[in-house]
């Protein structure tokens, strides 16, 4: 098998949820210092190294992220018909261990090759799955690289995400009257019942073609034959239009706040949780690298936007140019996620070429 291969049926092989990273961390560490390198740790525990240049052209950072949504079984990679897949029942860990791997073995390739480049950032993160957190702490200051690329887009090689949404979340509290139910139900206020006739007047799904919202997570109550005093929910809205974002998550609170009169309870909100969207146009520096390096790979280039977010969110917010590309992983989050072996493969020459392009 490939040093691809191998490292990342190592990599997948190690549960990283959020906050649980040290593990693929360490191995990312020593991978690095086995190239004669010399990463460093930041004090959230990213990892960043650079290369620096041998030539002349535009210097280029790369970012993937260390964790992964949390496990549900065993993980136990196997490869089968080409496709590497977990056979423990749950994610394979794709996301976004194959990034990892095709930036590490990319920088192998480069430095085995001697080839020349304009310089080389890597940065490792941790706790993107639960808001991008490791990116926002990591002092963007320290990239020399104006550019960089991201692989954390699920599909087939060669989509260039040309934008990503703004979104906003929001977590609701409602408070009313305990009253046991049976005996004395008039003199309760149900916090459940605001809950529900709030989120009934919701929007939910897709609101548009370029606007969702969702309620994800719901608690209240304490026993079925208790009046309950208090439910809470999480919300998010997200939108390619920062003014439709806007307005949709201002609608929400104002069917929270109704909500909250008819009933007679009492409404906390908080704005939590949000990024900032970007957009690209096809005739942009980063956009043009992008598809000069994988048609020189041979694959067929096509643009999309993104309904998620990836750490290209926080660096783009930060007035650098990053671009999230398609690394070949299926069906990220499942237990049907996968990567073929000839995909993971073809992303580091991807990388390679990359970095190729940058300096011509």
Same mark, same amino acid.
């Not at 480049?117 to 808001?131: D, M, P």
């Not at 550019?147 to 949404?165: M, R």
């Not at 949709?248 to 009492?266: N, R």
């Given at each position: 098998?490939?040093?691809?291969?191998?490292?990342?049926?190592?990599?997948?092989?190690?549960?990283?949820?959020?906050?649980?990273?040290?593990?693929?961390?360490?191995?990312?560490?020593?991978y690095l210092?086995?190239?004669?390198?010399?990463?460093?740790?930041?004090?959230?525990?990213?990892?960043?190294?650079?290369?620096?240049?041998?030539?002349?052209?535009?210097?280029?950072?790369?970012?993937?992220?260390?964790?992964? $949504?949390?496990?549900?079984?065993?993980?136990?990679?196997?490869?089968?018909?080409?496709?590497?897949?977990?056979?423990?029942?749950?994610?394979l860990g794709?996301?976004?261990?194959?990034?990892?791997?095709?930036?590490?073995?990319?920088?192998?390739?480069?430095?085995?090759?001697?080839?020349?480049?304009?310089?080389?950032?890597?940065?490792?993160?941790?706790?993107?799955?639960?808001?991008?957190?490791?990116?926002?702490?990591?002092?963007?200051?320290?990239?020399?690289?104006?550019?960089?690329?991201?692989?954390?887009?699920?599909?087939?090689?060669?989509? $260039?995400?040309?934008?990503?949404?703004?979104?906003?979340?929001?977590?609701?509290?409602?408070?009313?009257?305990?009253?046991?139910?049976?005996?004395?139900?008039?003199?309760?206020?149900?916090?459940?019942?605001?809950?529900?006739?709030?989120?009934?007047?919701?929007?939910?799904?897709?609101?548009?073609?370029?606007?969702?919202?969702?309620?994800?997570?719901?608690?209240?109550?304490?026993?079925?034959?208790?009046?309950?005093?208090?439910?809470?929910?999480?919300?998010?809205a997200r939108?390619?239009?920062?003014?439709?974002?806007?307005?949709?998550?201002?609608?929400?609170?104002?069917?929270?706040?109704?909500?909250?009169?008819?009933?007679?309870?009492?409404?906390?909100?908080?704005?939590?949780?949000?990024?900032?969207?970007?957009?690209?146009?096809?005739?942009?520096?980063?956009?043009?690298?992008?598809?000069?390096?994988?048609?020189?790979?041979?694959?067929?280039?096509?643009?999309?936007?993104?309904?998620?977010?990836?750490?290209?969110?926080?660096?783009?917010?930060?007035?650098?140019?990053?671009?999230?590309?398609?690394?070949?992983?299926?069906?990220?989050?499942?237990?049907?996620?996968?990567?073929?072996?000839?995909?993971?493969?073809?992303?580091?020459? $991807?990388?390679?070429?990359?970095?190729?392009?940058?300096?011509?």
């Amino acid at each position: 098998m490939s040093e691809a291969v191998n490292l990342f049926l190592e990599l997948a092989a190690i549960s990283s949820p959020p906050g649980e990273e040290d593990a693929v961390a360490a191995v990312v560490v020593r991978y690095l210092r086995g190239l004669g390198l010399e990463p460093e740790e930041d004090g959230f525990g990213n990892v960043y190294v650079r290369l620096e240049p041998t030539a002349d052209g535009t210097p280029l950072f790369f970012c993937a992220h260390l964790d992964t $949504v949390p496990p549900s079984g065993e993980l136990r990679p196997v490869i089968e018909d080409g496709v590497i897949r977990n056979a423990g029942g749950t994610i394979l860990g794709g996301d976004n261990k194959a990034a990892v791997v095709q930036m590490l073995e990319g920088a192998r390739h480069v430095l085995a090759g001697s080839l020349p480049h304009a310089g080389i950032e890597l940065l490792f993160t941790r706790q993107e799955e639960i808001g991008l957190y490791g990116a926002a702490a990591f002092d963007h200051t320290r990239l020399r690289a104006r550019l960089g690329f991201v692989y954390d887009q699920e599909g087939a090689i060669g989509t $260039v995400i040309l934008g990503a949404p703004f979104a906003q979340g929001l977590e609701i509290a409602f408070h009313g009257q305990a009253a046991h139910a049976g005996m004395a139900p008039e003199e309760g206020r149900s916090a459940i019942q605001a809950a529900a006739k709030a989120i009934a007047d919701f929007r939910l799904g897709r609101v548009d073609e370029v606007t969702t919202a969702n309620v994800g997570i719901i608690r209240g109550g304490t026993a079925g034959n208790i009046v309950p005093d208090s439910c809470s929910f999480v919300a998010e809205a997200r939108s390619h239009d920062e003014g439709k974002l806007g307005d949709l998550v201002q609608e929400m609170l104002d069917s929270c706040a109704f909500a909250a009169s008819e009933t007679e309870c009492e409404l906390q909100s908080e704005l939590r949780k949000s990024y900032r969207g970007y957009r690209f146009a096809k005739s942009d520096d980063v956009i043009r690298l992008a598809a000069a390096a994988l048609t020189t790979c041979g694959q067929e280039v096509r643009y999309a936007l993104s309904g998620g977010a990836a750490d290209a969110n926080v660096f783009n917010e930060r007035g650098l140019a990053c671009v999230n590309l398609t690394s070949g992983v299926h069906d990220f989050h499942s237990p049907n996620e996968r990567i073929a072996v000839e995909d993971l493969e073809a992303m580091v020459d $991807v990388t390679v070429a990359l970095v190729e392009a940058a300096r011509e």
